[in-house]
């Protein structure tokens, strides 16, 4: 349909990267914010969209992103004056977690250690008026086994 497709280029090694959180008090605490922890991902964010605008003429935009990117995506978001600034209009974000753990969840932690709860109080929800947000999400239903269905494993 002639879309141009810009990525943010990660590896899994890059998350090794978040462990640097882990010298940062504020980690053990779970208030963690996404500077400094996650810098490396946002400039990677930002590199992908000043090429997108470059090639496209400034947009518009639409962001697609999946499951960390999502919140990385609004953490971005929250940073720029105006969405338009990054040339972006529409957000999609497909599976990712837009809020913290319920505090008295037993037996789940935050893995974001404080970020999500730092990107819902400085950006709540549809944050932007002038951008498209579309967020989809899916649960997790766990299903009996096959062994419990009264068939082996590999039997059709």
Known sequence: QGLRVFTV??????????AAGLLDANWWRGTLKPRPVVDWYLDKLKQAIEEA???TGGGPITFLAHSAGGWLGRCYL????????AGVDRFVSLGSPHSPPPADAEG??????????HVNETCPGAFHGDVAYVTIVGR??????????GRSVGEK
């Not at 940073?79 to 338009?84: D, K």
């Open 108 to 117: 789940t932690v935050d893995q974001t250690r404080g970020i999500l709860t």
């Open 78 to 85: 929250a940073e720029v004056e105006s969405p338009s600034d």
């Open 140 to 149: 997790c239903i766990e299903g009996s086994s096959i062994a419990e269905e």
């Open 53 to 55: 605008k470059g090639e």
């Open 9 to 18: 280029d990660v590896a899994r090694i890059d998350w090794a990267r978040n």
